[in-house]
């Protein structure tokens, strides 16, 4: 069974900083697309990142760009999303995705596994 497990949101001032992590347990990822999409109340959910697990290119959106980087430690099987110079508008709960192709994608309807999601919130 795949369990996507998010931690390290909270209560951050503007222009600090978190990193968000989501432990993958349940099988091999070497194959998939992680990826890290939000959502902020009323909006849709949001692409934020994503990349293959084997290595290769790691895709942003434009509005993250910059200032938050994914990155994977394979030894312990944890993804993390590092956020700097945070924005109020960047305030949302954030998701950890996976998805069973190697081939990134943006689209949230395209990956296959989600995790319960953790708060981001960014003062002003």
């Known amino acids: 069974q795949v369990q996507l497990v998010e931690s390290g949101g909270g209560l951050v001032q503007a222009g600090g900083s978190l990193r968000l992590s989501c432990a993958v347990s349940?099988?091999?990822?070497?194959?998939?697309?992680m990826g890290w999409f939000r959502q902020a109340p009323g909006k849709e959910r949001e692409f934020v990142a994503a990349?293959?697990?084997?290595?290769?290119?790691?895709y942003y959106a434009d509005v993250v760009k910059g200032r938050f980087t994914i990155s994977r430690d394979i030894a312990e099987n944890t993804v993390y999303l590092q956020m700097n110079r945070l924005k109020p508008e960047d305030t949302a709960v954030y998701y950890c995705?996976?998805?069973?192709?190697?081939?990134?994608?943006?689209?949230?309807?395209?990956?296959?596994?989600w995790g319960q999601g953790t708060q981001v919130t960014v003062s002003s």
């Open positions: 990349f293959s697990w084997s290595g290769g290119n790691t």
């Open positions: 995705a996976a998805r069973s192709s190697s081939i990134v994608v943006t689209a949230d309807n395209l990956y296959d596994y």
């Open positions: 349940g099988r091999s990822f070497s194959r998939h697309t």
